[in-house]
């Protein structure tokens, strides 16, 4: 009889394990498609949006973003593709490279969730 309860409670501590290293993966993934995929917040300065925001400046970007942000990623692309407004001096050359940076990281960030290891680790956090 002390074989078995010796078995049931190994299994139980197996189990509790599996448990704790699922939630482990789970709160990883979390963590990476709440801060990346919000839709309610502005996609650079986090900035809470209203849904008419939302609605109205989702077909011009591929982010979403705040009227200034919206506006600075506008000139920013315009600068970009040869253009510029020389009244607006101060986006300079480090103005750029700050954009640059940025949407670089939001490259990375896709390119990790959409990795064939990110994927697999949804598909086995789905599995239950």
């Known amino acids: 009889m002390a074989a078995v309860i010796g078995l049931e409670e190994k299994k139980k501590k197996r189990q509790r394990k599996m448990d ?3 939630a482990k993966k789970a709160l990883a993934l979390l963590k990476v498609f709440e801060c990346a995929s919000c839709h309610l917040k502005c996609a650079r300065c986090g900035t809470q949006l209203e849904l008419s925001q939302i609605q109205s400046l989702i077909s011009g970007t591929p982010y979403r973003f705040c009227n200034s942000c919206h506006g600075e990623f506008s000139e920013f692309q315009k ?4 253009g510029s407004s020389d ?7 480090e103005w750029l490279d700050m954009w640059r940076a940025w ?3 939001q490259d990375a960030v896709k390119r990790f969730i959409n990795s064939k290891e990110v994927i697999r680790l949804r598909y086995e956090l789905g599995r239950g």
Not at 87 to 93: Q, V
Request: net charge positive; hydrophobic share 20%.
């Open 20 to 22: 704790r290293e699922k």
């Open 103 to 105: 949407t670089n990281y």
């Open 79 to 82: 600068r970009v593709n040869g």
């Open 87 to 93: 009244d607006l001096y101060w986006y300079n050359n």
